[in-house]
């Protein structure tokens, strides 16, 4: 049976000889069967793993399913780590409930545990009866197209190796090998919708549908194969996505398409990244027809702007970011996202045509700093006499709100600014036949 797995990933890509993996292990069946797997790949393909288990502290029996867990590990020589937290009685769970709460949890030590390791793969003992069962948890939420088939045999990089067999394979196997598991009690409790599924949907289905859940594991593959060509077509085609971290959607691709597509483009693109519903849909495609440049909306934990022709989509949090940083000569600074560097050089004409570079002459100061923009500031932009409002100049290049806050000006010991970003440099200081000049690269990081 073990083979059969393991050939099956390796026709899909997944190659797990001389690899490294990082796999949930609760003590239960399906992690049970998915130690004897990795077990299998450990003898026969020189496959290196390590479990990570999670007490959750929702349950008395947890603390004796960790005792279990670290036993079952000694025994076979499994490098374990353990994460326990309070996140039943959690901030978290009470915003989105325990099941997605523990989800998200759990996802973040397994991407650590992953870096820790120098892992390859994130492996899980999903099977699918759990994917049939997140199909109807999803119809019953309202999903998308994307809810339809939510567990894949690769995502990235974790990798479900049981999503096509059934769990009474499992269990069999469990049974005719005389291997032990914990039972979770609260699977028995039908008061969650998912054990509600799991106790009467699945048996109906699998005794009234020819073939049972293995027509589901056929419909799976078709709808993804779909998905997968909307994919393709939206990305390599349509280009609208035109950065995923931040998300960065281009208005003039979308405006292209009435009212009723867009949302469901939004939706389609956007679902593939973040979690979405149709108000946040209504919200962003609200922003995208209003005739203002610049709007900035939190939502959901997220910030949501309209920056001119970009919608731009990132986590929300507290706004971290340097207000001043004095400039040392020769000393490479990051700021807020820019790297900055001045040095003083020979001058030469070439110098003037280089990008990301300003060219001052020497008596434009003797102390720089960059920082945040001010209420107050003006300057005489390159080009002008007079001068102008740097948050004006700002809007009239088209910066976002966001970016305003941030993007360094460049102030010598007079508060003169020099130049504003990668933008613009000041009209004063201009350079003349000359040995000496100061120069000034500023750039994004």
């Known amino acids: 049976m073990f083979k059969d797995i393991y050939e099956n990933l390796r026709k899909n890509g997944i190659c797990l000889n001389d690899k490294r993996v990082v796999a ?14 990795l077990l299998y790949c450990r003898k026969n393909h020189k496959l290196s793993f390590k479990f990570v288990h999670f007490n959750h502290k929702e ?30 009685n959690s901030e978290r769970t009470r915003e989105k409930g325990f099941e997605m709460a523990g989800r998200e949890a759990r996802r973040k030590a397994f991407i650590k545990e992953k870096n820790d390791f120098n892992a390859d793969y994130i492996m899980t003992g999903h099977h699918l ?43 069999d196997y469990l049974k005719t090998k005389k291997i032990q598991y914990v039972t979770d009690e609260t699977n028995k409790d039908e008061k969650f919708a998912r054990n509600r599924i799991r106790h009467n949907l699945i048996p109906a289905l699998e005794s009234t549908i020819r073939n049972g859940l293995v027509r589901f594991d056929l419909f799976f593959e078709n709808t993804n194969s779909v998905i997968d060509l909307f994919d393709h077509v939206i990305e390599k085609e349509m280009c609208i996505l035109k950065n995923k971290n931040p998300l960065i959607l281009d208005i003039s691709k979308i405006l292209y398409y009435n009212n009723k597509l867009r949302q469901n483009l939004l939706y389609y693109i956007l679902s593939r990244e973040i979690y ?27 910030t949501v702007e309209k920056a001119y022709s970009e919608i731009i989509i990132k986590k929300s949090g ?30 030469k004409g070439s110098l003037l045509k280089e990008k990301n570079l300003f060219v001052f002459p020497l008596d434009s100061g003797n102390k720089f700093k960059v920082r945040v923009l001010k209420n107050s500031d003006r300057f005489v932009p390159f080009g002008m006499e ?60």
């Open 59 to 88: 349950r008395e029996a947890a603390f004796d399913e960790e005792i279990f867990v670290k036993k079952i590990c000694k025994t076979h020589k499994i490098e374990l780590s353990l994460y326990s937290d309070d996140t039943m």
């Open 276 to 302: 979405v519903d149709s108000s946040m849909i209504a919200a962003i495609d609200s922003m995208i027809s209003s005739k203002k440049p610049n709007i900035s909306v939190k939502m959901k934990g997220l």
């Open 24 to 37: 949930g292990f609760s003590g239960g069946s399906d992690s049970m069967f998915l130690m004897m797997f």
């Open 129 to 171: 009866d759990d994917a049939v069962e997140t199909f109807f948890l999803n119809i019953e939420r309202g999903t998308g197209v994307r809810g339809i088939n939510s567990m894949k045999l690769l995502n990235g990089y974790f990798v479900k190796p049981f999503i096509h067999i059934k769990k009474k394979v499992i269990l």
């Open 386 to 445: 007079t001068e102008k409002k740097v948050s004006r100049f700002l809007m009239d290049s088209k910066v976002s709100l966001l970016n305003r806050k941030i993007m360094p000006l460049l102030v010598n010991e007079k508060e003169e600014i020099l130049a504003v970003g990668s933008l613009r440099r000041t009209n004063l200081y201009k350079i003349k036949k000359q040995k000496g000049c100061i120069c000034y690269y500023v750039g994004k990081s």
């Open 318 to 347: 507290k706004e971290e970011y340097t207000e001043e940083k004095l400039l040392s000569f020769g000393k490479q600074t990051e700021f807020n996202g820019w790297t900055i560097l001045i040095v003083k050089e020979n001058f």
